[in-house]
């Protein structure tokens, strides 16, 4: 049932990012330049005597860093899954639980860096109650911090689950469907995440 | 019209005959006592007894005859039927073999042999007429542990130079008696003891309290006939007489029955003689830390779970044993009492088993490894130990040995990968015999005057050696191989398989060893004795098994040859379980620091938690005002 639903929905989700970009002109080979250039940039701003500001090349780097941390989580949590029908075990397993825990304290710092930059403010009101929602060029600002709670509230769970797992608190039954709330809402959050970062994409592109 | 009703009435007449000639014939299948009515009570066994000629036994017969299970108990309960059982029908072609079982063991110390020996198709285990061991053979070798029928009463697979053996003999039925005789005054022991002397059709009267047997099949000649004392007017009959039986005074009542004390069960004891195992440990003692399998001290019958219908196949009870989902057989695994079988029960708990809360336990474990594995055998210690079992080591019988480290050497546990690919505890035996490869394959040799041959070639050091599997140096197998490929054709090519490798001459005249499927280690899953909860795998924690130092992974399995070069090679547990050591250590280490790691994930969650709630506080806060603005 999960492999099903999360198939449909993640490719889904691809196709549509894949339109998008494409309507707008951006192939992925000039996003995946633009992505490194920033990250070079971000390490280069650390540097001191650098021309960039050090507090910027920090929070740029924290959502890169998060970013790839996810897409290394992806990668292992449905590699065996999606693909090889099984659960996940051995190095893909060690792989997704080392990184989980990196990606969890890059994220608290990514909460205390971002979150006050997304917050929302009249004028996101204004776009909601307008019909120019519809139009995502305009409104992608808005959608870069819906996308953004959005992944915050689904990470919450998804984290939640992981914690109440390490504990001998729940029996059998109640760890499964812990797992299952794991899966269900990891799905979510990388959902929500690919569309933050499509998101970002279409406002920088603005 | 009258015509019409004529035909009618003869086709009415004869539907009505053949759907009754039906039911009789299928009542013909089953016989009396084959099929419970509902009735928990078992009838009183109160019955005449028949010998093996069908004939009544009577309380003046002179000679006494032994009573013939097929036909007494037979008279109510399809023989027939019964001998398919599983405990009887390893020999027959069509049987259903299942999960690979403990074999017998043929051991011959003297000549550096132990071969795993069975009838049933289990890969690792050698058929005993293939490998030259007549049925009679086998009997002598293993007869006291068997329960009889099956290649027992079969001619057609009886070696004919033993012909006059078994007319003498007798057929060794199934003995019915060892398993549903619920006589404390049963005697296992007299059956083991007859079957030795190969008075086979006296072994079922003999194990009984109804009767008394003595003399000696064996040491008659090949002519003897019982009511022809001329056959046996040499026999010096201070020392030996011929097998002879005499049923107990008063025994018979006065219509010539004789009272049974019957139950479905004879109770676990009996069950024992057969299928008892012990951690072998020669500390005075050291038994007193033994405990019962968990289903027993709990009041258990060992048939509670291994159930069987008339035809006597008998539930192993391990997983999947079942042919489908909905088979009822599924209900008595350890998932389907404990968890339930959905198809049949839906809430399992067959006799009050608790359901298991496996709390914090990730489940991918129930995926990886069977029920056994944290719950059976005894705990992994840094090497493997020895084990002991009834077949393997005769226990129960009055000389067998009282010392931990009896030949055959069991060793035990060792973690392997099972068919369904998940990990499960075994008793695993190291192979060691003699072989002869020709252009089709290898058969290992038991028999026969080369093999016999062979103890003058070996020299064994027995007293330093005492305790442990002997071995010798490889001039001694190069000298062996040399004797042996003088007496071989040309095409034959004999070899030594030992420790896991084969050894065999090369052109220099050393030894050229190899690996193959027939030097494979034999191993059989443990099912039992069952440890409580507070006893399993990892009820300390996630260090039992996953710790740097962890026995379960990183515990040694003895590896014993026959060569001094390679004897006692310790073996890590990673090479039996298919798991990477170095993977596993690294997987483990990491468990080390899980207790920060725990903390710094808890730490950043309530972080990101607490920011949350503080957005969301303020954004509650902001809808407020606005809805009271609005207002």
Redesign the interface.
């Known amino acids: 049932m999960f492999r099903i639903f999360s198939i449909v929905t993640l490719s889904a989700t691809f196709v549509f990012i894949y339109l998008s970009l494409k309507k707008e002109n951006i192939s992925l080979g000039s996003l995946y330049k633009s992505f490194l250039n920033e990250v070079k940039n971000s390490f280069a701003g650390l540097k001191p005597g650098s021309d960039g500001s050090l507090k910027n090349s920090i929070r740029n780097l924290l959502i890169y860093l998060c970013l790839c941390l996810i897409l290394l989580l992806a990668l292992t949590a449905y590699i065996p899954t999606l693909v090889a029908g099984e ?5 893909l ?2 792989a997704h639980v ?1 990184s989980a ?1 990196f990606f ?2 890059l ?2 710092a990514v ?2 860096v971002w ?1 006050n930059s997304y ?2 403010n009249r004028s996101d ?1 204004d776009i909601l109650n307008s019909a120019g929602i519809k139009n995502i060029k305009k409104s992608s600002e808005f959608w870069v911090k819906i996308s953004f ?1 959005t992944a ?2 689904f ?2 769970p998804a ?2 689950s ?2 109440l ?8 039954d109640g ?2 469907y812990l ?1 299952d709330l794991h899966k269900y809402t990891s799905l979510f959050l990388f959902i929500s995440v690919i569309f933050h970062t499509y998101f970002l994409i279409i406002s920088r592109s603005n | 019209m009258v015509i019409n009703f004529y035909y009618s009435h003869k086709v009415f007449s004869l539907a009505v005959f053949i759907l009754l000639s039906s039911a009789v014939i299928s009542a013909q299948d089953y016989k009396i006592g084959d099929i419970s009515d509902g009735s928990r009570a078992i009838p009183l066994h109160k019955i005449k007894l028949f010998d093996h000629d069908s004939l009544i036994i009577l309380e003046g017969d002179d000679p006494q005859l032994p009573l013939s299970t097929k036909n007494t108990c037979g008279d109510c309960h399809s023989y027939d039927k019964i001998s398919e059982g599983f405990h009887f029908n390893a020999s027959d072609s069509g049987s259903a073999d299942g999960r690979r079982g403990e074999p017998w063991i043929y051991l011959d110390w003297q000549r550096l042999t132990l071969l795993p020996v069975s009838f049933r198709n289990w890969r690792g285990a050698f058929n005993p007429i293939d490998v030259g061991i007549a049925p009679m053979r086998f009997l002598d070798l293993f007869g006291t542990h068997y329960t009889g029928g099956g290649f027992a009463e079969k001619e057609e697979i009886q070696s004919p130079e033993n012909f006059f053996r078994w007319e003498i003999s007798g057929k060794l039925e199934v003995n019915c008696l060892l398993c549903h005789d619920a006589s404390e005054k049963f005697d296992p022991n007299e059956h083991a003891l007859q079957i030795s002397r190969q008075n086979y059709k006296w072994a079922a009267s003999a194990s009984s309290e109804i009767a008394a047997v003595k003399g000696n099949a064996k040491k008659m000649p090949d002519n003897f006939d019982l009511y022809n004392p001329n056959t046996f007017v040499d026999l010096d009959l201070r020392s030996t007489s011929p097998p002879g039986v005499s049923f107990g005074k008063a025994i018979f009542d006065e219509k010539n029955r004789v009272f049974f004390n019957i139950s479905k069960s004879a109770g676990n004891l009996r069950c024992y003689y057969c299928h008892s195992s012990i951690q072998a440990e020669n500390e005075p003692g050291s038994h007193w830390n033994r405990s019962e399998d968990v289903h027993m001290a709990g009041g258990m019958d060992c048939i509670d779970c291994h159930k069987n219908g008339v035809d006597h196949k008998i539930i192993r009870g391990y997983n999947k044993e079942g042919t489908g989902k909905q088979d009822i057989i599924n209900s008595y695994t350890c998932e389907g009492c404990h968890l339930g079988n959905e198809d049949i029960y839906s809430y399992g708990n067959n006799h009050g088993a608790p359901r298991p809360a496996h709390k914090g336990l990730p489940p991918i474990h129930f995926e990886k490894l069977e029920c056994t594995l944290c719950h059976s055998g005894k705990l992994p210690g840094s090497k493997t130990e020895y084990l002991k079992t009834s077949r393997a080591h005769k226990l129960g019988l009055p000389r067998s040995s009282k010392q931990g480290d009896a030949f055959p050497h069991i060793q035990s546990p060792v973690y392997f990968k099972n068919e369904h690919d998940k990990l499960e505890p075994r008793n695993l035996i190291t192979p060691s015999f003699w072989a002869v490869r020709d252009s089709s394959s290898i058969k290992p040799i038991v028999g026969g005057a080369v093999y016999d041959s062979l103890s003058s070639l070996i020299t064994l050091d027995t007293l330093l050696n005492y305790g442990k599997w002997h071995s010798v140096s490889d001039s001694a197998i190069i000298g062996a191989l040399k004797f042996l490929s003088k007496k071989s054709s040309s095409d034959s090519v004999y070899l030594f398989v030992s420790g896991g490798k084969t050894y065999e001459l090369n052109e220099e005249g050393g030894l050229k060893i190899g690996e193959s499927g027939i030097s494979e280690n034999y191993s059989w899953a443990i099912g039992h004795d069952v440890r409580p909860a507070s006893q399993s795998l990892g009820s300390g924690g996630c260090g039992d098994c996953h710790s740097f130092s962890s026995n379960f992974f990183f515990g040694d399995v003895v590896m014993e040859s026959s060569l001094k070069s390679e004897s006692d090679t310790l073996i890590a547990m990673t090479e039996f379980s298919g798991y990477n050591t170095l993977y596993q250590k690294a997987f483990s280490f990491s468990f080390f620091f899980r207790p920060w790691l725990k903390a710094l994930l808890i730490i950043s969650f309530s972080i990101i938690l607490l920011v949350f709630l503080i957005h969301t506080a303020r954004a509650i806060i902001f809808l407020m005002n606005k809805s009271s603005d609005n207002l």
Not at chain 1, 87 to 91: A, F
Not at chain 1, 165 to 172: D, E, G, K, V
């Open positions: 659960h996940m075990s051995g190095l397993l060690t080392k825990l969890v304290v994220f608290a909460m205390i979150s917050r929302f009101f709670w915050v509230l990470g919450i984290i939640c992981i914690i797992m390490l504990y001998p608190i729940f029996a059998a760890m499964v797992l």
